[in-house]
């Protein structure tokens, strides 16, 4: 996974910067690299495509067991869809752990978290309780999904085939913890929960419902 710090354009495929940062997330852990501009986006009517560097594979082979194969919707998705292999029926607040007749092996050094779908969230407040779910590389057995319906009125049903979370695949980095007497200092020191703040910086031109709290 990639993404671009800097990335200035003016107008339909004028470049203004000749070069770009880039941050790339990859087994040796998050690192920054300064690019050529057009080694990184190239302008294509009004879209830009961006191509990154990158030191992971696009695809990396999984073996897998599944009643159905986890599928992505769209090309560039990072989740993988995991349907439901038993029908349940969620009432309001309530909680149900969701066969996906899906068992993978993933190579050592890879991680998949099973995640929420964002259109039943929305739409019929349903999310998944220990989001996001750990396979860990050495587990061989079922996923299966903790689906809530946080939903105060309104019971939810799930058939054997709906769509019920997505698998994301990503390289992981494990840690060698070293025990010290202290920690090293920093800007932000122990300050925790709410130490930000809640609001972003109030302006004079918002409307009143445009302010409120920004997490």
Same mark, same amino acid.
């Given at each position: 996974m990639t993404r671009a710090v800097e990335t200035n354009t003016q107008g339909v495929?004028?470049?203004?910067?000749?070069?770009?940062?880039?941050s790339v997330v990859g087994p040796s852990?998050?690192? %920054?690299?300064? &690019?050529?501009?057009?080694?990184?986006?190239?302008?294509?009517?009004?879209?830009? !495509?961006?191509?990154?560097? /990158?030191?992971?594979?696009?695809?990396v082979e999984v073996l897998i067991v599944a009643d159905r194969m986890?599928?992505?919707?769209?090309?560039?998705?990072?989740?993988?869809?995991?349907?439901?292999?038993?029908?349940?029926?969620?009432?309001?607040?309530e909680r149900a752990t969701v066969a996906t007749g899906v068992a993978i092996a993933l190579p050592d050094g890879y991680v998949a978290f099973?995640?929420?779908? %964002?259109?039943? &969230?929305?739409?019929h407040g349903i999310t998944i309780v220990?989001?996001?779910?750990? !396979?860990?590389?050495?587990? /061989?057995?079922?996923i299966s999904v903790t689906l809530l319906n946080t939903d105060s009125s309104v019971p939810y049903s799930v058939a054997v085939g709906d769509r019920i979370a997505q698998l994301v695949i990503m390289p992981?980095?494990?840690?060698?913890?070293?025990?010290?007497?202290?920690?090293?200092?920093?800007?932000?020191?122990?300050?925790?929960?709410?130490?930000?703040?809640?609001?972003?910086?109030?302006?004079?031109?918002l409307h009143d419902d445009q302010k409120g709290e920004f997490l």
């Open positions: 495929g004028q470049i203004r910067s000749r070069y770009s940062v880039v852990g998050l690192f %920054s690299v300064m &690019a050529p501009f057009d080694q990184t986006l190239r302008s294509s009517d009004s879209a830009g !495509v961006l191509h990154y560097p /990158r030191d992971v594979a696009e695809t986890p599928a992505y919707s769209h090309p560039g998705d990072a989740g993988a869809d995991l349907t439901a292999a038993v029908a349940v029926q969620l009432a309001p607040g099973v995640v929420p779908r %964002s259109g039943l &969230a929305a739409r220990n989001s996001p779910g750990t !396979v860990d590389a050495g587990y /061989r057995g079922e992981v980095t494990r840690a060698r913890f070293i025990p010290v007497a202290t920690l090293p200092g920093s800007q932000r020191g122990e300050s925790g929960f709410g130490s930000t703040g809640y609001t972003t910086i109030e302006s004079e031109s």
